[in-house]
């Protein structure tokens, strides 16, 4: 069974989800990263793949991926690096990238390393829902890849419900009108718009993503979802640390705390 | 037929590729555009402030001395004597009626040389929209005058201080800010590039150039059509524009003129077709400067109008079915046919339109070819660069 399935089976609250960015601060850092996140008592890993124009990142991400590629991080170092995680690893492993490079990379050779290395999930924000469905819908399901779509505040009730029935996995819902890592705190605007999806009754688990950071923010937006992403609050913890593993630990552990 | 399909596609080329955060708005400007644009109400209003504020009908100047020199029947398309000094307020004037229209009360937009930024800072104080453009922090430097304006103009100029600094950096920013503001606020696209429906949307205002060239023509010629147009391409609205009407007028050859700058094989260039391969830049599949693993290239050109790793999808499928031809012109040679024709002329020519110049000195042609030449802007703004160039 695929791991995301299995994750919201089991578990339906506070579900944890961390971002980091592949090759990011030292290249060889991946794995090492996901062992602490799991180690930590996170539930997913979403490994950022680094793109030169990454379009709906704030400034701390776009850091990420300069310096992931100037560290020489590429899908092919990724891959290879990411060979053995399942020894190591248990959660569940989503991608989030843009497209161009997978385009690159090519669609099919990227799925299928996805499924051979143990990715669970894809999430590729400027792949839009046709054209998923037109081009690519068919190699995510041989190869077993759940795919999640965004949804933002100023999606439509009808546009979210073709994105839940088109997604499988869990829907991430982006949490204001913004970009990653540019805002903070909850206002009541965005709890209404959390109350009116979470009344929606959508098949898919929720996951509430950009702009949350700390403790307070998770457990309140846990309040009308299935749990929270971490991206750009985590980025900054680990950019300049001396011991990672003790520094993600300390941070998660008071995040879920 | 070289025709925009439903998805937004000119063959392989276009779409909408963009973050879920975008598809409101993007779907806004789908369904309403068209509509909106087909009103007597918009027509009449653009087309006044076209003729009244920007100066249109433009010239179609007989170049007797250039047509001397290179023995061939030379017309410019004189865009360069449009208010602000270039052919991109075309296309914010109708951009800017389309925004009001849609209700939104602000107004963000990307310039690399400054023209487009200066284009759209004048359409916002015509307008009394509040107004900010994003520039690349090496464009803010190299083209200090246009920047200048804009902040006479009102505008707020922010700088793109991430990546190359140029073009690209300041679109990827005005993206991110449209994310971030996505109700009140529309977003005027410089060129034929960006989502579905930019790139169409884009050259239909632009497509007046063309519409004068077939009446000025018939006039002078007796003939619409010409033998040859030939217009620079940074990410191609001038060039879309001067095309237009003869797309599907086979005879018409198109001449699409990029930046080499230092050279093709330099690393320091922007030609696209000749370097580029497919991918996604922007939220359109096109030709693009790209490492193999899908990192887009720092692009580099004299000129900061062209200084762009990708081109808009219509003349990524020109090229691809080879209805326009492509050459390429280097930094110097640009330099020096600018020169030449202020020289020739009594015109000074932006740098980017000094591209277009040297491909006379590129392409074959008869004795008595009719050529147009789309004198996209003046070079004004350019004049520091004109300055440290010497040479003349
Ligand atoms: C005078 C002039 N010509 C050409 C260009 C290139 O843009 P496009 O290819 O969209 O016409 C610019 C861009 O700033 C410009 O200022």
């Known amino acids: ?257 | 037929m070289i025709r925009v399909d439903e998805k937004g596609f000119y063959g392989k080329f276009g779409g909408a590729y963009i973050p879920e955060m975008l598809h409101p708005n993007i779907e806004e400007l789908r369904e309403n555009y068209e509509s909106i644009v087909a009103t007597e109400e918009f027509q009449k209003e653009f087309k006044l402030l076209l003729k009244d504020y920007v100066g249109r009908p433009t010239p179609l100047y007989f170049a007797t001395r250039l047509s001397e020199k290179f023995g061939a029947k030379i017309y410019l398309k004189r865009e360069d004597l449009c208010h602000t000094g270039a052919h991109k307020i075309n296309n914010t004037i109708g951009q800017i009626i389309l925004a009001k229209k849609l209700g939104k009360k602000r107004i963000i937009a990307e310039t690399g040389a400054g023209q487009h930024g200066v284009a759209t800072a004048t359409v916002c104080a015509l307008m009394g929209m509040d107004c900010t453009i994003y520039m690349g922090s090496i464009d803010i430097q190299r083209q200090r005058p246009n920047v200048e304006r804009m902040r006479i103009l009102g505008a707020k100029v922010v700088p793109a201080t991430s990546g190359s600094q140029t073009l690209k950096d300041a679109t990827n920013e005005a993206m991110r800010q449209w994310i971030n503001n996505p109700v009140d606020t529309h977003y005027i696209i410089g060129s034929v590039v960006g989502p579905h429906p930019y790139p169409e949307m884009v050259a239909r205002f632009q497509s007046v150039i063309s519409e004068e060239m077939k009446w000025q023509l018939l006039e002078k010629e007796g003939n619409e059509n010409p033998d040859i147009v030939v217009a620079c391409v940074g990410g191609g609205s001038n060039a879309a524009g001067a095309f237009y009407h003869y797309y599907n007028v086979p005879q018409v050859r198109l001449v699409a003129v990029e930046a080499a700058g230092l050279g093709i094989s330099s690393g320091k260039s922007a030609a696209t077709t000749v370097l580029g391969t497919s991918g996604i830049l922007h939220g359109s599949k096109t030709l693009l400067m790209q490492t193999a693993d899908g990192q887009v290239i720092e692009p580099h050109s004299i000129s900061a109008g062209l200084d762009y790793p990708g081109i808009g999808p219509v003349h990524a499928h020109l090229f691809d079915i080879g209805r326009a031809e492509f050459v390429a012109v280097e930094d110097e040679d640009a330099m020096n046919a600018g020169i030449a024709l202020s020289r020739t002329e009594g015109i000074i020519p932006a740098i980017e339109t000094a591209h277009a110049l040297h491909a006379l000195s590129m392409i074959e042609f008869k004795k008595d070819d009719v050529i147009v030449i789309n004198l996209s802007g003046r070079g004004d703004k350019d004049l520091d660069t004109y300055i440290k160039w010497g040479g003349y």
Do not use: W
């Open chain 1, 1 to 257: 069974m695929n791991r995301i399935d299995q994750l919201f089976q089991q578990k339906k609250e506070r579900v944890l989800s961390i971002y980091f960015t592949a090759g990011f601060p030292k290249l060889e850092d991946t794995l090492p990263i996901m062992e602490a996140i799991e180690a930590a008592g996170a539930d997913i890993i979403e490994i950022g793949i680094p793109y030169s124009d990454p379009i709906a990142d704030g400034p701390t991400i776009q850091d990420s991926n300069m310096i992931a590629l100037e560290n020489g991080m590429s899908l092919k170092v990724l891959f290879e690096q990411l060979k053995e995680m399942r020894k190591t690893v248990s959660i569940p492993v989503v991608f989030m990238g843009y497209l161009n490079p997978i385009i690159q990379y090519g669609m099919e050779n990227f799925c299928a390393k996805c499924k051979e290395v143990g990715v669970d999930g894809l999430i590729l924000p400027d792949l839009p829902m046709q054209q998923f469905l037109d081009e690519f819908k068919g190699l995510f399901d041989k190869y077993e890849l759940r795919n999640t779509f965004l949804i933002s505040p100023q999606t439509s009730e009808k546009r979210i419900r073709e994105i839940d029935q088109h997604s499988n996995g869990f829907i991430y819902m982006v949490s204001s009108h913004s970009i990653t890592g540019a805002k903070t705190g909850i206002s009541d605007e965005q709890v209404t718009y959390f109350e009116r999806v979470a009344a929606m009754d959508l098949k898919n688990p929720r996951l509430i993503g950009f702009g949350i950071s700390d403790a307070e923010s998770f457990s309140k937006v846990s309040q009308y979802s299935n749990g929270a992403i971490i991206g750009s609050s985590f980025i900054k913890k680990i950019k300049d640390s001396k011991n990672l593993k003790e520094d993600i630990k300390t941070y998660i552990q008071e995040v879920i705390r």
